[in-house]
């Protein structure tokens, strides 16, 4: 059973899952799990897997439009070393988004694996399904960076990887485009995955329109335009934000969010496309 399945069944079990993050009260909460195998690949350093997988969580909350409260994290290891800078990669993140890293837990373990909890607060949480045909279909900063960090690292390029890998959750640019917003998600599992899943979440279809802004990264790795499409749109990792909202309140938006929000599409009826044609529901999966 892959990751797409098994998530399948367990909404049958928990009806109230399916967004970034569980709303409780007036509060959001979430969580993630990430480890060498999958998450960080080898020159990946401990302040960068501190950095990231916190801010993975806190990217959840940015997907709410809601702002962090908090953040903890449990750590497990063959060993302990790295831990301090693990915490301080940890720390610099929350502090980038205005937010603390309140503590943990350690275990020691076969594998390094980072689980990651963060508290966020709203009164208006935004969800995946409230989209609606004719809405424009925006995305915050650029798409790639974290495929074409893998590559360098691949390279050996281990410094300039290091560095796409540390990404600002998108927190300030999700408080801005809450009040717009009628649906919103973190592009964590790719461009194509984040409009399938915003698709089926808010019963509708998606046209989507070249040209992507695909981070720059992207243009010195990529061999060929299939591998840049592969890095943009497919490969995911990049925890952008993916939102739609009514065409006459994009200008707005724009203005009030810090980072670049680009449109890609419009909502449709049914259907999910790129140029027209039909766009594969493909990207980042955890195992299989």
């Known amino acids: 059973m892959d990751e797409q399945t098994a998530l399948a069944v367990l909404a049958e079990q928990v009806p109230s899952a399916g967004d970034d993050a569980a709303v409780v009260g007036e509060h959001v909460l979430t969580t993630d799990m990430l480890h060498d195998q999958t998450d960080f690949p080898a020159g990946t350093g401990s302040y960068t897997v501190g950095w990231r997988a916190v801010g993975a ?80 279909v925006c995305v915050t900063g650029t798409l790639g960076r974290s495929g074409a960090a893998c590559r360098l690292f691949t390279a050996g390029e281990t410094e300039r990887a290091n560095a796409l890998f540390r990404f600002d959750p998108r927190v300030g640019a999700g408080r801005a485009l809450a009040p717009h917003a009628t649906a919103m998600m973190d592009s964590s599992d790719g461009l194509a995955r984040s409009l399938h899943q915003l698709a089926a979440a808010s019963d509708c279809g998606i046209a989507a329109e070249s040209p992507l802004p695909v981070h720059d990264a992207v243009e010195s790795v990529a061999a060929d335009g299939a591998e840049r499409r592969e890095l943009g749109v497919f490969f995911g990792e990049d925890f952008e934000l993916v939102c739609a909202l009514p065409p006459n309140q994009v200008s707005d938006a724009r203005e009030k969010t810090a980072v670049p929000l680009t449109r890609v599409g419009t909502v449709t009826g049914a259907g999910v496309t790129l140029d027209g044609d039909p766009l594969p529901d493909r990207g980042y999966t955890h195992g299989g």
Do not use: I, K
């Open 57 to 136: 969580s806190l990217s959840d909350v940015a997907a709410m439009g809601a702002e962090p409260v908090g953040v903890v994290a449990a750590y497990g290891a063959p060993s302990f070393g790295g831990v301090e800078s693990f915490v301080e990669g940890a720390q610099a993140v929350c502090e980038r988004v205005d937010t603390a890293y309140v503590g943990g837990d350690l275990d020691s373990h076969e594998e390094r694996t980072v689980a990651t909890t963060a508290l966020g607060r709203t009164d208006e949480p935004v969800s995946r399904s409230g989209a609606q045909p004719g809405d424009a």
